[in-house]
C-alpha cells in the first residue's frame, strides 16, 4: 500500500470511528486520562514537532519538539495536565521534520474528547517513514 493510500485509508479511518462516537460522546461519563504516545518504527532517527489544542478556546496546551531513535517510544503528555474538569475537544497533530523523510513537512492531526469513549492516543512514525495518528473509540 502507497504512503498516499495508507494516509487516506487512516484519515477515513479516524473520521469514521469519530463520527460513530458523536452521538455517545455528548452522555459519556468525564475522563481526561488520556496519554499521547509517541513510537518510531522507522529505521532512522526521527525529528517530530507535536502539539495539542484545546477546541473551545483555540489555546495550545501542549508543544514539542523532539529526536525520536529508531524502535523508540514514549509518553509524551496526558490529556489530564489540560486541568478539564468536564469533557472537552482537543486537536492533537503530529508533523514529520526530518529533511531525509519524503513526508517532511507533512502534519497529520486527529480530534479527541475527554470523555470515557476515547482511549489513548498513539502516534506512530511507520517502518515506510509515514505518519499516522490512531486512538481506540467506543
Known sequence: MSGLTRRALLGSAGTFAVAGCVFESKTS????DHTIWLENGY?????VHV???????DETVFEVTRQVG??????LYNLERTGATD??????????LDASS???????CTTVE????????????????AVGITYAIC
Request: proline share 2%; glycine share 8%.
Open 29 to 32: 461519563t468525564f475522563d481526561s
Open 43 to 47: 529505521d532512522e532517527e526521527q525529528t
Open 51 to 57: 502539539w495539542v489544542v484545546r477546541k473551545g478556546a
Open 70 to 75: 529508531p524502535a523508540d517510544t514514549a509518553a
Open 87 to 96: 469533557v472537552e475537544t482537543f486537536r492533537v497533530c503530529v508533523q514529520l
Open 102 to 108: 519524503s513526508d517532511t513537512g507533512y502534519k497529520q
Open 114 to 129: 475527554t470523555n470515557e469513549c476515547y482511549g489513548n492516543v498513539h502516534i506512530q512514525i511507520q517502518k515506510d517513514g
